[in-house]
Nanobody, 121 residues
């Protein structure tokens, strides 16, 4: 399990923006993708976005399409989630994950602390 550190959460008004960061302390040949998930109170974990460490391939969850953008900085081993036009239902703990392939993102068992995002109406 590669250590991941999420940051950037906070309180924002509906319609506002936030940028989340996920720093990978040790990039290895096993990690080809990074992903962001979120878990709202009383709900299952939901996929938000994913990106490959090389190339331009990204994936977006249906509920965030057009509002969230995932990116990465290979030099600093950091993945970002730019969130705009946030909605109150976006209030959740946001987690990042690393995997060797896309399907592997959904098999992660050990999650970090995540970062809390609260969207006020």
């Amino acid at each position: 399990q590669v250590p991941l550190v999420e940051s950037g959460g906070g309180l924002v008004q509906a319609g506002g923006s936030l940028r989340l960061s996920c720093e990978v302390s040790e990039r290895t040949f096993r990690i080809f993708l990074m992903g962001w998930f979120r878990r709202a109170p009383g709900r299952d974990r939901e996929f938000a976005a994913a990106i490959k460490w090389s190339g331009n391939t990204t994936w977006d969850g249906d509920s965030v399409k057009g509002r969230f953008t995932i990116s990465r900085d290979n030099a600093t081993n950091t993945a970002y989630l730019e969130m705009s036009n946030l909605k109150p239902e976006g209030t959740a703990v946001y987690y990042c994950a690393a995997a060797s392939d896309y399907a592997g993102l959904f098999d992660v068992e050990n999650w970090g602390q995540g970062t809390q995002v609260t969207v006020s109406s």
